[in-house]
């Protein structure tokens, strides 16, 4: 009898795994083994961002850009019959909160990709565990150099590199606009380190140094020091790296002191942000963009999809008004989306991250493409130059008027005999 009853239990037991396995595979995708975050209805994408703090205008515009387009393409059926569910941290642009996140996000919430990240000492602070999950993260809001080399074939980035930002500004400054003697204000962490490293590399192209270099603590306002020593090197312009209110802070100041200096910012800074804060001061402060601000008539001639994501921004998120940063999020969608239509039903990392690399020559706009291989995994290469007129963002395609206001003296002419 006693054998009868474990006969019985063991059978019981037996069913009940059977059961939660079968609810485990209806669960999964139909086909084959179990993928990550992957069901017949839905595919699980995991974010880690700022949403709170001071980085967190750049957090949350990322977020409203990328939902924008998910949710336009989730009301028109999916991908491949499946939805897609985007699960959102917040990190407050803090790295060991980032990780943790990160964490929870690969074994808890059991996500397919990571995606839409925030930030470079967030960001990098990821790449040991993405390597070690085999993880696709894709469409990051940095440019650093750390999540370009050495190539790692699950990181994908869209946007252009700060190299490239940094790499452009010095060469209209140098050449266009006459400057020598160029100093750098950065965030001490690995973003600041990693646009300071650009911006000297690009300098090194013409024979030059940083004339100062002065940094502040990330998460404080602390910029006094840093513009002490940018004011005494008598720098004719500032390469800063930095986010909105600190960099605020310090070219309100300065130009209480230094009316002729030109402030050169990289994207990251959140260029709207930047100009909202300075107001009238803010007036010929140039931003390095790697979208175009949407607001403006040029950007639907450079990136054809501009009229779609104002439309798309409007419909889900009618209180948010369109900026740069949300546009980089929309894209950084529409090349998740892209990827997982050119993967097909039979989803799986593997195959989605062949699939990133098969997008070659897609057009955006004039002259602006995206283009990935099994050897490149940046998309996008274009840099835009804006600069604050009136408190608002216009393109900056004239250096040389920018020379006439803020370049060296230049000699007097000889009349002609």
Not at 183 to 209: I, M, P
Request: with cysteine; charged share 20%; glycine share 8%.
């Amino acid at each position: 009898m006693f054998r009868n009853l474990l006969r019985a239990v063991a059978f019981a037991v037996c069913a009940l795994a059977l059961v939660a396995g079968c609810g485990t595979n209806d669960r999964q995708n139909a086909a084959g083994p179990a993928v990550p975050g992957v069901n017949i209805n839905e595919v699980r994408i995991g974010s880690s961002l700022a949403l709170t703090g001071h980085a967190s205008f750049l957090g949350i515009q990322t977020l409203r850009g990328a939902q924008s387009y998910i949710n336009y393409v989730n009301d028109a059926g999916g991908i491949h019959g499946r939805r897609i569910e985007l699960i959102a941290f917040d990190d407050g642009y803090d790295p060991p909160i980032c990780l943790a996140n990160t964490q929870r996000l690969l074994v808890e919430e059991n996500v397919f990709a990571l995606f839409c990240y925030v930030g470079t000492p967030t960001t990098v602070k990821i790449i040991p565990l993405v390597e070690r999950a085999k993880v696709p993260l894709i469409g990051m809001f940095t440019g650093a150099n750390a999540l370009r080399e050495p190539f790692n074939p699950y990181i994908i980035n869209v946007r252009a590199s700060y190299y490239q930002e940094t790499g452009t500004a010095v060469k209209h400054l140098v050449e266009d606009v006459g400057v020598r003697k160029v100093a750098v204000f950065y965030q001490y962490d690995a973003y600041g380190l990693d646009g300071l490293r650009g911006a000297e590399l690009g300098l090194k192209q013409y024979n030059l140094t940083p004339v100062a270099k002065s940094s502040y603590t990330r998460g404080t306002l602390d910029v006094e020091e840093g513009l002490d020593k940018v004011l005494e090197s008598d720098a004719q312009a500032v390469i800063m790296i930095g986010t909105y209110e600190p960099c605020a802070k310090f070219i309100r100041l300065a130009k209480g002191k230094n009316k002729n200096l030109i402030f050169y910012n990289v994207s990251f800074v959140g260029a709207e942000e930047l100009a909202r804060l300075l107001g009238p001061v803010g007036e010929d402060v140039i931003v390095s963009q790697v979208v175009p601000p949407p607001e403006l008539p040029e950007a639907r001639v450079m990136l054809s999809d501009v009229d779609h994501y104002m439309e798309r921004l409007k419909r889900y998120f009618p209180a948010e008004k369109p900026n740069s940063v949300s546009l980089e999020g929309y894209f950084n969608a529409l090349v998740l989306v892209e990827g997982l239509q050119r993967t097909g039903p039979e989803l799986t990392r593997e195959r989605f991250v062949q699939a990133i690399e098969s997008i070659r020559n897609y057009p955006l706009g004039k002259d602006n493409f995206l283009d990935f291989s099994d050897t490149d995994h940046q998309g996008m290469d274009r840099v835009y130059f804006t600069m604050i007129k009136a408190a608002k963002l216009v393109l900056l395609t004239d250096w040389q008027e920018l020379a006439k206001k803020y370049g060296p003296p230049q000699p007097p002419q000889s009349k002609a005999p």
